[in-house]
């Protein structure tokens, strides 16, 4: 058994942020990243644009490859995953027997996609329906968006829309269902949901909105064809289908060892579980925001993911500050890009701003005036900067004139000082 160090459970993005991290505060003793993937940690954000285009066969975007791990002295456990917590010993035991001693563990399991509800009407597995979370989904999907191939994408989401986007633009014919009233329906206000629509719209997508799927039928010996019947009869025959309907966060081993979960696993202010000792970081987590009090909250995000990995580093080595990185996400749509900083459905009133080259940025205003959240569409060097400041307007608590936000003459700059 090695002696008792830091142990990190999942090798994703806040997983592997946390070792690194660890290492730059200082900490000199023993750092095991455990990962159930062969790779090391890469990035997924590209798995679903840059692998999904690139003219050659993709490699993983790494964070940490075998250099970096060595240069961090980080024992990095690839392919293996722990079956078991044993929080009286401070132990975790792995599928092939052996037991790692912990001074402290994070959990950064992230999530797994959720599944289609659904049975064929065979009876038989769902013929090309497939999940893009790893790196080898993407090399499976990767060589089945094929020129004139017909693509069904259930739920349009980042994840669906991001795979619609690539499926257009590799020569696929697509149609994205979605059971909800509009796309985009989590984190993303209307009016930037109406733009991405209209932008897949235009690239040839075809969507069916506002409808459920009543039944899939695979295709089988007898010479039919792959088809999915929707609520109102409607028949769609497809080659592959994508599911992206969310995701669910991985509680089993904090469930086995009895941490307290809530929409995930339970953290306070500073990211430690119910357990003093163990620590939860990322899509597996919820926790209290100070800007957003209330509920629990839990954020499936890149951004998030490697703020909290980095936070909960120093929170292992002792440090107290609550975790209060305003949320940030991102999507790429064609040449559009949208960003979100903050949490819009905390708002309640909504102020729009005209940029150059069509680009649009959205404020979302609290009853009381202050600013939750700010969203923005377009040109990616046009908005960058604009929702950075506006990021910093969110996080300092800023209650700005509206009038301000929706004049372009008024430099969001000027609204800092104010």
């Not at 014919?173 to 979605?178: A, D, G, I, S, W």
């Not at 209330?294 to 929170?315: F, K, V």
Request: proline share 6%; charged share 20%.
């Amino acid at each position: 058994m090695l002696q008792a160090g830091m142990v990190i459970i999942g090798a994703g993005e806040a997983g592997a942020r946390a070792a690194v991290e660890l290492r730059t505060l200082g900490w000199t003793g023993a750092i095991t990243l455990i990962g159930e993937e062969p790779h090391a940690p890469y990035e997924r954000p590209p798995l679903s644009k840059q692998a999904l285009l690139s003219p050659d066969a993709p490699s993983p975007t790494y964070i940490l490859d075998d250099e970096k791990l060595k240069e961090h002295d980080i024992e990095w456990i690839a392919g293996t995953p722990v079956t078991a917590i044993d929080r009286a010993h401070r132990t975790v035991r792995l599928a092939d027997g052996r037991e790692i001693a912990y001074a402290k563990l994070l959990l950064a399991t992230g999530a797994r996609p959720r599944q289609l509800p659904l049975l064929p009407m065979n009876g038989t597995p769902v013929a090309g329906a497939r999940y893009l979370r790893t790196y080898g989904d993407a090399l499976k999907l990767r060589d089945k968006l094929q020129t004139g191939k017909r693509i069904v994408i259930v739920g349009a989401g980042f994840i669906g829309l991001e795979v619609a986007s690539s499926a257009i633009e590799r020569g696929c014919k697509v149609t994205v269902v979605e059971v909800g009233p509009r796309i985009l329906m989590r984190g993303v206000p209307i009016q930037i949901a109406q733009i991405v629509e209209e932008r897949h719209r235009a690239a040839g997508v075809d969507f069916r909105i506002g409808i459920s799927i009543e039944a899939i039928h695979c295709a089988d010996s007898d010479g039919s064809v792959n088809s999915l019947t929707l609520a109102d009869g409607t028949t769609i025959e497809y080659d592959e289908m994508i599911v992206g309907i969310g995701a669910i966060p991985e509680t089993s081993l904090a469930a086995s060892c009895g941490l307290q979960l809530e929409n995930g696993i339970c953290v306070d202010e500073t990211l430690a579980t119910s357990d003093p000792s163990i620590y939860a970081a990322g899509d597996c987590c919820s926790f209290e925001h100070p800007l957003y009090p209330g509920r629990r909250i839990r954020l499936e995000a890149w951004r998030n993911a490697q703020d909290q990995g980095t936070h909960a580093a120093s929170a292992m080595l002792g440090e107290k500050a609550p975790f209060a990185s305003v949320p940030w996400f991102w999507s790429d749509q064609y040449e559009l890009t949208l960003q979100v900083a903050g949490l819009v459905d905390f708002g309640s009133e909504t102020i729009v701003r005209e940029l150059q080259d069509g680009a649009k940025l959205y404020f979302h205003l609290a009853d009381d005036g202050r600013l939750v959240a700010v969203s923005g569409i377009g040109d990616s060097v046009v908005i960058a900067k604009e929702i950075r400041i506006g990021q910093i307007l969110v996080e300092t608590g800023a209650k700005p004139v509206p009038q301000a936000l929706g004049d372009p003459d008024v430099k969001l700059k000027a609204l800092l000082r104010g």
